[in-house]
């Protein structure tokens, strides 16, 4: 079974930086290269909101609301995917979970638990 394990998250102050990690676990390194990964978040009471896709040429592609200051990164050796998030804001505050394949297309793909990013004074 594939299964996304995501770390990382953090209470920070506005205008600060954290770096998620997320490692797959159940899937060989070969398939995790040709495999698009993506991070989504949810933040309190509110629904799924894609942030970030990486695909395997290690193409990034960014929601508007982050791109700029968000990074999509991935090590395939380590079967990981990372997210440098900088200048970050209050409404960055959310859950956020790893996705084992393009969340926009295949929004059932595996997801992790979340790892929690509060963004405050």
């Known amino acids: 079974e594939v299964q996304p394990v995501e770390s990382g998250g953090d209470l920070v102050q506005p205008g600060g930086s954290l770096k998620l990690s997320c490692v797959v676990s159940?899937?060989?390194?070969?398939?995790?290269?040709?495999?698009?990964m993506s991070w989504v978040r949810q933040a309190p009471g509110k629904g799924l909101e894609w942030v970030s896709k990486?695909?395997?040429?290690?193409?990034?592609y960014y929601a508007p609301s982050v791109k700029g200051r968000f990074t999509i990164t991935r090590y395939n050796p380590g079967k990981t995917v990372y997210l440098q998030m900088n200048s970050l804001k209050p409404d960055d505050t959310a859950l956020y979970y790893c996705?084992?394949?393009?969340?926009?297309?295949?929004?059932?793909?595996?997801r992790g638990q979340g790892t929690q990013v509060t963004v405050s004074s």
């Open positions: 996705v084992a394949g393009d969340y926009r297309k295949y929004p059932t793909s595996p």
């Open positions: 990486i695909d395997a040429n290690f193409l990034g």
């Open positions: 159940g899937v060989n390194w070969t398939d995790f290269r040709s495999s698009d």
